[in-house]
């Protein structure tokens, strides 16, 4: 056989093998994914509905929640209060059933100052504080409540001259104001006498 009929019969078969294939040729394509449906907008307004619904519910129970708790809390206050004061009533009791026929009047003052310090003691217990004020003190509206002015040359205008009751305060706030007298300046003697006004007035 010739050279050239070797060559061609070589190349005849090199053109019958099949090509060589890539990892890239036998991959397959990915599935295509499945679109979720969409939403109208009357399920959209269903489910905010639905929503709305449970919020207020949940807000309506919390109120109901919130309206117990304050009920309870000003109940046991109150018991606390109550119970608080029962010790004072035994004091009482004491000195009432105590027998007055053989006792002066020195023990009887002492049986009145023991109840009379157990009531002190226990108002302190919840924060209620006695407002004195003093002659010479400037007067406080907020804390002070006067019942009557009068002229006077020995204080100042608007200085608390006497205190006729004690006021109470609880956590910082007035109870019961403080009952004063107050000074204010003194007329002029002439057109005192003339009006003929009293050094004293009531408020």
């Known amino acids: 056989m010739s050279k050239e009929k070797k060559n061609k019969k070589v190349i005849e078969i090199e053109s019958q093998e099949e090509p060589e294939t890539t990892g890239t040729e036998d991959a397959t394509d990915p599935e295509p994914t499945e679109t979720p449906e969409e939403i109208t907008p009357e399920q959209q307004i269903e489910e905010l509905t639905q929503k ?3 919020m207020g519910a949940d807000y309506h ?3 109901k929640r919130s309206i117990r708790q304050i009920d309870e809390a000003a109940r046991m206050a109150k018991e606390n209060f109550a119970r608080s004061l029962l010790p004072v009533l035994d004091n009482f009791e004491h000195t009432l059933n105590a027998d007055h026929s053989n006792q002066d009047a020195d023990a009887l003052l ?3 100052r023991i109840v009379y310090d157990s009531m002190v003691n226990m ?3 919840h924060s209620v504080e006695m407002i004195r004020v003093k002659p010479g003190e400037p ?3 907020n804390q002070h409540e006067a019942m009557l002015k009068q002229e006077s040359e020995e204080f100042e205008e608007n200085a ?4 006729f009751a004690p006021g109470y305060k609880m956590n ?3 109870l019961r104001p403080t009952k004063v007298s107050v000074a204010k300046a003194p007329l002029p003697a002439v057109a005192t006498e003339e009006n003929g006004q009293d050094e004293a007035e009531e408020v």
């Open 123 to 125: 108002l302190t217990g």
């Open 52 to 54: 709305l619904q449970r």
């Open 139 to 141: 007067f406080d509206p």
């Open 61 to 63: 129970n919390y109120q």
């Open 172 to 174: 910082d706030r007035t």
């Open 160 to 163: 608390v001259i006497a205190e």
């Open 110 to 112: 002492k049986g009145v």
